[in-house]
């Protein structure tokens, strides 16, 4: 069994029954506030400014107002907010249709899966999920890290990561995989500190005209021994 504590009291363990409603809290509250970081990717983004540039110019076209056009703007930006936050949820939501509706038996009763909770005087803090990978028996997929708004940057995301490292070690197995979008900046430099090296990079489809890059992550479990 995993589980250790931080000299500033965090302490990191197994999932138990009575962390779940608090850890899926967690994870929901991270896939929202991750649209707001896909919203300012998609705003620094030049093909997307093209595009609403593009269509606040065809607005002034057809109407000939500054002002109508400059409400077009508003409205497009807005709508790309809300598709931001949609798709953020309905990702949250169709991992709580799936392993998530029922951590005790995907993960607090399975020999290949496990969920962590960081806990600071009781209450639940952080959350992170592995699983074997079924396309590769020799490998942990790290799938979920989350940790709660006012703890974030404290190191409890590294002490999660630690633990995932410990249970594949423990386990066995050769390596560990993850994967980050390039609005993850944060889970990006948290992979990389914590030895974790890119694999791949891949593209994934968001908006009609903006995707996001994706890195893929390996760490070497036996090489690191």
Request: hydrophobic share 40%; aromatic share 12%; glycine share 4%.
């Amino acid at each position: 069994m995993v589980s250790y504590m931080s000299d500033s009291g965090i302490k990191v363990r197994p999932c138990e029954r009575r962390d779940i409603q608090a850890a899926l809290k967690i994870f929901r509250d991270g896939c929202i506030d991750n649209s707001q970081d896909i919203f300012r990717v998609f705003l620094h983004r030049q093909t997307a400014r093209l595009y609403i540039s593009i269509i606040a110019f065809v607005a002034w076209v057809f109407f000939r107002s500054f002002a109508i056009s400059g409400s077009v703007i508003i409205t497009t930006v807005a709508v790309m907010y809300v598709v931001s936050y949609i798709k953020s949820a309905a990702y949250a939501k169709r991992r709580m249709m799936t392993d998530l509706r029922d951590i005790k038996r995907n993960y607090m009763d399975s020999r290949k899966a496990e969920m962590f909770i960081a806990e600071d005087d009781g209450e639940v803090v952080g959350t992170a999920t592995v699983s074997a990978m079924k396309v590769d028996s020799t490998a942990l997929e790290l799938q979920t890290l989350s940790v709660s708004r006012l703890y974030r940057r404290s190191g409890i995301g590294t002490m999660l990561v630690a633990a995932a490292i410990k249970y594949g070690k423990s386990n066995r197995y050769e390596k560990i995989m993850s994967h980050a979008s390039e609005s993850q900046m944060a889970a990006q430099r948290l992979l990389e500190k914590s030895g974790f090296k890119i694999k791949s990079r891949k593209l994934t489809s968001f908006f009609p005209f903006f995707r996001l890059y994706n890195k893929v992550y390996c760490y070497r479990l036996r090489e690191s021994e």
